[in-house]
């Protein structure tokens, strides 16, 4: 008979208990809801209609036409050859080339806190900003062609030759992103042990051999984060995109990307169901390179 009171004063506790946990977490399932899930909900419901946006909003169901539409957009095609063109060059490229400089500005170089300073500088700049700055570089009387005539060579259209105005935007962006990932290298090397290069070091293993043997490994899960976000990041490629080409993603289609794609469809076009079909396709895209890479680098079987 004790027992059963002393459960039933408890319950109105735990009652309380409970009651603030939904409390407190009302905030961030507020958040949850508006930002995310409701969104979600609502592109997904544009994705089965066809919007009529002049004249007053109006939706007619079509189903899967949308995303049958797919299919046969030769401007899509286009656009997914690009940005996996960019995605396949700019990660490994831009993850290398962090880890070279977390590694040199590890390495007890004199002024590296200067030098990780300066590295860092584009990182912090405005995006439209660096576009621009190398807009003015590659252009036709820009700071690359008097570098050029300099040595007697011919002036060259960067901007306008389809075959390399794509390699222009993964120049400006391999060299501005990777400090930011050159960041987190170097957080994850200094929380190496500095006892296992010591033990290798009497064991005769040179620089490279530690560098291979320990530094690598033990960097595996970094380098997982790092692949895992320049992927998410490179795939959603817009901004300079759009600032090199005047959102047309010339010349003759070059620099048009996916999000430039859902950009036209959505603005120029009026295509609201079409631009959220292509969305869900990115979306899919991103989350299946995702995971292959996750099983690849984290060692996981398929």
Not at 251 to 256: D, E, F, Q
Request: glycine residues 6%; neutral net charge.
């Amino acid at each position: 008979m004790l027992q059963i009171n002393r459960q039933t004063r408890n319950q109105p506790k735990k009652i309380n208990e409970n009651l603030a946990g939904y409390l407190f977490m009302l905030p961030a399932i507020f958040i949850l809801l508006t930002f995310v899930i409701l969104p979600i909900l609502y592109a997904v419901f544009l994705s089965l209609n066809k919007v009529q946006l002049l004249g007053g909003i109006e939706y007619q169901f079509i189903g899967l036409r949308n995303f049958t539409h797919l299919v046969e957009d030769e401007q899509l095609k286009i656009a997914l050859k690009n940005t996996v063109e960019y995605v396949a060059i700019v990660v490994p490229c831009q993850t290398i080339l962090a880890l070279i400089l977390a590694v040199t500005l590890n390495s007890g170089i004199r002024g590296k806190n200067w030098w990780r300073i300066l590295y860092f500088l584009p990182t912090v700049t405005s995006s439209a900003v660096l576009t621009l700055i190398f807009m003015w570089i590659y252009n036709t009387d820009g700071l690359l062609n008097d570098f050029l005539a300099f040595f007697g060579l011919p002036n060259y259209n960067w901007l306008g030759d389809p075959k390399v105005a794509l390699k222009g935007i993964m120049i400006m962006n391999i060299w501005s992103t990777a400090p930011f990932y050159m960041v987190i290298y170097l957080a994850a090397l200094q929380d190496i042990p500095q006892t296992l290069y010591e033990a290798a070091d009497l064991d005769g293993a040179n620089g490279w051999d530690q560098f291979i043997n320990i530094t690598i490994p033990l960097l595996q899960p970094v380098t997982l984060f790092v692949v895992a976000v320049g992927i998410i990041g490179t795939f959603q490629l817009f901004d300079q995109s759009y600032i090199f080409s005047g959102g047309t993603g010339g010349p003759n289609n070059a620099t048009l990307t996916v999000v430039l794609l859902i950009y036209q469809a959505v603005f120029r076009n009026l295509q609201l169901g079409y631009a959220a079909a292509v969305a869900f396709l990115l979306a899919t895209l991103i989350v299946s390179v995702t995971v292959i890479q996750r099983r690849i680098f984290g060692g996981e079987k398929m």
